[in-house]
């Protein structure tokens, strides 16, 4: 667990990061609020009903179907993780706290991801159920470049041997699963991060659905630049760390 002088330091290095930004990005420097990963369960459980708030907000519920789930400590120790999850019979604006769903077989094979997020939108079902892949159209995809995968509809509950199958299509670098005829799964480190990345995983998939019903052809992002583009996003603005705050007042108004 982060101690306070390690969440110092943290700041301190935030402060001294943005006073290297340039002129012309010194403005938006001085308004960034840069987010520290939650270090407590009770950090953890306000974030989590924060994205599930978020969720609802964006119209990306199901009704009281889908899922997140986090484990309750920031700790690497396996054993001293559980999952914080909600129950089924919550629509997800009204989330106070968690419940129960099983995401035990990514957890158990990735112990850097701390937060597991699985939605049906239209627009990532949309792209579940075509025989064309995910496009990599727009900046947003680079998040994804080589970290997605795809898992095959293999009913509506699942079984141990599927469980595993998912954490293995998801792979050991993989943020992003789509899985057929059903929807995505995606991961992250904290649930800043997890969240954000639904968010542009959404957003890309609407844009491919978009720019196909144009007729025209589609220009893709080269494989070079896509690697470019993730090396920037990962180092210079990692999904969450910048948004987390703004996102949580919209929610809390």
């Known amino acids: ?14 402060v001294a990061e943005a006073s290297s930004f ?21 950090e953890i459980r306000s974030d989590l009903k924060t994205a599930h708030r ?10 009281t179907w889908n899922h997140i789930s986090s484990r309750c400590s920031s700790e690497d120790n396996e054993e001293d ?15 106070a706290e968690s419940g ?38 727009v900046q947003d995809s680079a998040i994804f470049y080589n970290r997605l995968g795809y898992h095959s509809y293999e009913g509506m509950h699942s079984t141990d041997e599927e469980k595993e199958s998912i954490a293995r299509n998801l792979g ?7 899985m057929r005829n059903h929807g995505a799964t995606i991961v992250g480190r904290s649930i800043q991060e997890a969240f954000v990345r639904t968010y542009y995983l959404n957003r890309c998939c609407q844009v491919q659905l978009d720019a196909m019903a144009t007729g025209s052809k589609l220009i893709e992002c080269s494989p ?5 583009a993730q090396q920037q996003i990962e180092e210079v603005i990692p999904s969450g760390r910048y948004e987390w705050a703004a996102l949580k007042r919209l929610v809390d108004r």
Not at 105 to 122: L, Q
Not at 224 to 228: I, V
């Open 224 to 228: 070079d630049l896509l690697q470019h």
């Open 1 to 14: 667990m982060m101690s306070g002088p390690q969440r110092e330091m943290i700041k301190k290095a935030n």
């Open 100 to 137: 129960n769903v099983i995401h035990s077989g990514i957890y158990a094979e990735r112990p850097d991801v701390r937060c597991i997020i699985h939605i049906h939108t239209p627009a990532i079902m949309a792209i579940s159920c075509i025989e064309e892949p995910f496009r990599f159209l």
């Open 22 to 42: 340039s002129a012309n990005q010194k403005s938006m420097a001085d308004r960034i609020f840069y987010a520290i990963p939650a270090s407590s369960e009770s």
């Open 81 to 95: 993780c559980c999952d914080l999850v909600r129950e089924y019979d919550f629509v997800f604006d009204s989330i």
């Open 172 to 178: 050991k670098d993989g943020v992003a699963l789509i």
């Open 54 to 63: 978020l969720v609802a907000h964006y119209g990306w519920d199901d009704l």
